[in-house]
């Protein structure tokens, strides 16, 4: 049976982390679970996150995954903890599900010189303080500072991320969060649909601030964990495929990952 490494976001976003991981280790076999039908999972509470980010990590470990990367923030905030050491140890220990805050923390202590971060994310993710909580972990000097972005998500999945309507929201939360804190020199893109409104964020960010996407750190991270981690990466099928699963229509998944992946794309719609 093949393993490929699961791949799971609540809708589009994480086909930004994919292209980073394919990229840097295109020998893998990927499977991309996208729960489409129930997206976005930001506004929801921590029991229903939870619930459904467990739902996909067992329908992924059912499909051959040894490795389930939760390519979501706020599945990584709401839900990741809890699946490694309440469920895990009981579906089967030696199995991993790994999160995409971590990797990105990491990164950031070298990139910020004011020790001040700004996070852009969902309300789920800024709400759940896991971004501050693993910073200070790692870096207790920096300071971090929260701006929920709750129309940034349906501006991408309704493909208005290049439109003029996105300049206003955009540019917004961006003077909103600089208001906050002066000091910000790095803004860390905490959601990975935000990767499409780059064009945006570039514009409305002043120069010396830095914007920190997390799909090369997420991809880069990966990369170090296999190389660590010889037993887990010694049963990955390695054949370079990538299929994709989601929960909503078929064909309305084939158009927007053609729109993330630069190609089309092999998808089956399943139920969770």
């Known amino acids: 049976m093949s393993s490929p490494i699961g791949v799971f976001d609540s809708g589009y976003g994480g086909l930004t982390i994919l292209r980073q991981m394919r990229q840097l280790l295109p020998q893998y076999d990927y499977l ?48 990741l903890r809890t699946i490694q050491e309440r469920d895990l140890p009981g579906i089967d ?60 998500v349906p501006l991408v999945e309704n493909y208005e991320f290049d439109s003029p309507g996105a300049d206003y929201f955009v540019k917004k939360r961006i003077e909103g969060i600089l208001r906050v804190d002066p000091k910000i020199d790095t803004l860390i893109l905490g959601c990975t649909h935000y990767p499409l409104l780059m064009n945006k964020i570039v514009k409305y960010t002043p ?8 799909g090369e750190y997420v991809a880069e991270s990966l990369k170090k964990y296999l190389a660590k981690h010889t037993a887990m990466e010694a049963q990955l099928s390695k054949q370079g495929r990538v299929h994709y699963l989601t929960t909503e229509s078929a064909e309305k998944f084939r158009e927007s990952a053609a729109l993330f992946m630069h190609e089309m794309v092999d998808v089956e719609t399943i139920s969770l």
């Open 207 to 214: 120069p010396g601030v830095r914007i920190v996407p997390q």
């Open 93 to 152: 220990p030696n199995r991993r599900v790994l999160g995409v805050i971590r990797p990105t923390v990491e990164a950031i202590g070298p990139l910020t010189k004011t020790r001040h971060v700004g996070l852009l994310a969902t309300a789920g993710t800024v709400n759940s303080g896991s971004y501050t909580l693993e910073v200070h972990k790692l870096w207790p000097d920096i300071t971090v500072t929260g701006q929920a972005c709750p129309m940034w």
């Open 32 to 79: 991309y679970l996208g729960d489409n039908a129930r997206a976005p999972y930001g506004s929801h509470s921590f029991e229903v996150i939870y619930k459904y980010t467990l739902q996909a990590v067992e329908a992924l470990f059912a499909r051959g995954c040894k490795l389930v990367i939760l390519a979501c923030n706020t599945a990584s905030a709401k839900a």
